[in-house]
């Protein structure tokens, strides 16, 4: 898991070794390109496709993620020199998209580039009149979505400074660790009971999209003394449970899902690669109070942060060979164990690209191993988006966005 910071000399490697949650999602996505989309919404006149194309040229060279491409049969990433710019910047018409669900299904469907290119790509869509938006796109053996978020802005940014905070290193505390073998030994056990997400994966996918203002969580966590991630799984966790109650008139049990943390350290924002870990969380889907549902959550979550829980595992995966660690990441991210990823990604100020600051940001990803769903909170300055990615067969999962809306509004009520 641990690789040479990538860049900081000048000189860049031939090759570097792909580490074990790469190879995780290549074994997930059984060696295809699984997508990773940061979308920015603008409102404005929009670039010409030569603007966008002369600003990812200019900036494409210094950013070192961007000159490797996936060899999945050596399982290592390799060094490309020339980058044709022309080549990896599209453009497309999407006029009837007024909520950007048209322009994220196009970002993981479309087909990623199989040849020997780096594999990323910047998309200009242009949507009803007035509104465009931008895309960078890349495969998620090769770049997870803080890492995303700092190639996005490196790339496009008029300031290509801010973005997430990288994650100092620290010691794994002895809980920690504990309960990161828990995890672990949970993967090779029996199935979990999901009724809400359970059955048949069709492989195709539909997309989702609530904003609201960062403040407003803010708020909320400040009156439980609970965080804005805390908030957000409180609010979904109680989206669940009514959009559940109302298509069976049951109570759902509570819900596994994996939670990504990035372990990104200073030094790494540049580095391709995967540099996170997930940690298993229930979620109080059975809890009929919001406001208990967010305590049970927050109570969750201060035993990870307590923990080091995301240090625990990144040591364990840095003590285990490869390709053990990589089929135990794809264990604990699959299926039969949980409903999905449940991620948060904090973009940090507002991408501004020629003069324009676009309204929100989004993290988009495809599904693979039996999930059924990915849910993301994307905050950018002071506006979150949470997007919900599912496969058709969760033909009412469209209702969750504003279920979580009115979750928000129950919590801020308590």
Same mark, same amino acid.
């Given at each position: 898991?641990?690789?040479?910071?990538?860049?900081?000399?000048?000189?860049?490697?031939?090759?570097?070794?792909?580490?074990?949650?790469?190879?995780?999602?290549?074994?997930?996505?059984?060696?295809?390109?699984?997508?990773?989309?940061?979308?920015?919404?603008?409102?404005?006149?929009?670039?010409?496709?030569?603007?966008?194309?002369?600003?990812?040229?200019?900036?494409?060279?210094?950013?070192?993620?961007?000159?490797?491409?996936?060899?999945?049969?050596?399982?290592?990433?390799?060094?490309?020199?020339?980058?044709?710019?022309?080549?990896?910047?599209?453009?497309?018409?999407?006029?009837?998209?007024?909520?950007?669900?048209?322009?994220?299904?196009?970002?993981?469907?479309?087909?990623?580039?199989?040849?020997?290119?780096?594999?990323?790509?910047?998309?200009?869509?242009?949507?009803?009149?007035?509104?465009?938006?931008?895309?960078? !796109?890349?495969?998620?053996?090769? =770049?997870?979505?803080?890492?995303?978020?700092? &190639? @996005? *802005?490196? #790339? +496009?940014?008029? $300031?290509?400074?801010?973005?997430?905070?990288?994650?100092?290193?620290?010691?794994?505390?002895?809980?920690?660790?504990?309960?990161?073998?828990?995890?672990?030994?949970?993967?090779?056990?029996?199935?979990?009971?999901?009724?809400?997400?359970?059955?048949?994966?069709?492989?195709?996918?539909?997309?989702?999209?609530?904003?609201?203002?960062?403040?407003?969580?803010?708020?909320?966590?400040?009156?439980?003394?609970?965080?804005?991630?805390?908030?957000?799984?409180?609010?979904?966790?109680?989206?669940?449970?009514?959009?559940?109650?109302?298509?069976?008139?049951?109570?759902?049990?509570?819900?596994?899902?994996?939670?990504?943390?990035?372990? !990104?350290?200073?030094?790494?924002? =540049?580095?391709?690669?995967?540099?996170?870990? &997930? @940690? *298993?969380? #229930? +979620?109080?889907? $059975?809890?009929?109070?919001?406001?208990?549902?967010?305590?049970?959550?927050?109570?969750?979550?201060?035993?990870?942060?307590?923990?080091?829980?995301?240090?625990?595992?990144?040591?364990?995966?840095?003590?285990?060979?490869?390709?053990?660690?990589?089929?135990?990441?794809?264990?604990?991210?699959?299926?039969?164990?949980?409903?999905?990823?449940?991620?948060?990604?904090?973009?940090?100020?507002?991408?501004?690209?020629?003069?324009?600051?676009?309204?929100?940001?989004?993290?988009?990803?495809?599904?693979?191993?039996?999930?059924?769903?990915?849910?993301?909170?994307?905050?950018?300055?002071?506006?979150?988006?949470?997007?919900?990615?599912?496969?058709?067969?969760?033909?009412?999962?469209?209702?969750?966005?504003?279920?979580?809306? @009115?979750?928000?509004?129950?919590?801020?009520?308590?």
């Amino acid at each position: 898991m641990l690789r040479p910071s990538l860049g900081r000399d000048g000189r860049l490697p031939p090759s570097v070794a792909m580490g074990t949650v790469d190879v995780a999602f290549h074994l997930a996505a059984r060696g295809r390109p699984l997508p990773v989309v940061f979308a920015f919404a603008f409102e404005g006149g929009a670039p010409t496709l030569d603007s966008v194309r002369a600003r990812v040229a200019e900036r494409a060279h210094r950013i070192p993620a961007l000159h490797y491409r996936v060899a999945r049969e050596s399982r290592r990433f390799r060094r490309v020199d020339r980058i044709a710019a022309d080549r990896h910047v599209h453009e497309a018409w999407l006029p009837e998209d007024t909520d950007g669900s048209a322009t994220s299904r196009l970002m993981l469907s479309r087909p990623m580039s199989a040849d020997d290119r780096p594999p990323w790509d910047v998309w200009l869509v242009h949507g009803p009149q007035g509104r465009h938006t931008l895309c960078y !796109r890349t495969d998620h053996a090769f =770049q997870d979505g803080v890492g995303a978020a700092y &190639t @996005a *802005r490196a #790339l +496009l940014g008029d $300031d290509p400074e801010g973005g997430p905070a990288p994650q100092p290193r620290r010691l794994p505390t002895a809980a920690g660790l504990m309960g990161t073998l828990g995890d672990v030994a949970g993967a090779f056990g029996a199935a979990t009971a999901k009724p809400a997400f359970d059955g048949v994966c069709t492989g195709r996918v539909d997309v989702c999209h609530a904003d609201t203002s960062l403040a407003r969580l803010r708020a909320v966590g400040r009156k439980h003394g609970a965080t804005v991630t805390d908030v957000y799984l409180a609010a979904l966790s109680h989206a669940v449970r009514t959009w559940y109650l109302k298509e069976t008139g049951a109570v759902h049990p509570p819900l596994p899902v994996a939670v990504p943390m990035s372990v !990104r350290a200073p030094g790494e924002e =540049q580095a391709p690669g995967n540099r996170m870990i &997930t @940690a *298993r969380v #229930l +979620l109080p889907c $059975d809890e009929e109070s919001p406001r208990r549902a967010l305590a049970r959550v927050v109570a969750a979550m201060n035993v990870l942060r307590a923990g080091r829980r995301r240090d625990s595992m990144r040591v364990l995966l840095a003590a285990t060979p490869r390709s053990v660690g990589a089929r135990v990441g794809v264990r604990l991210v699959h299926g039969r164990l949980v409903a999905g990823p449940v991620s948060s990604v904090n973009f940090g100020t507002a991408l501004v690209h020629q003069g324009l600051t676009a309204r929100r940001a989004a993290v988009l990803t495809t599904l693979a191993s039996g999930i059924r769903s990915v849910v993301t909170l994307t905050s950018q300055h002071d506006t979150v988006c949470l997007s919900v990615v599912h496969d058709v067969a969760l033909r009412s999962a469209d209702a969750l966005p504003d279920l979580w809306l @009115a979750a928000l509004v129950e919590l801020e009520r308590g």
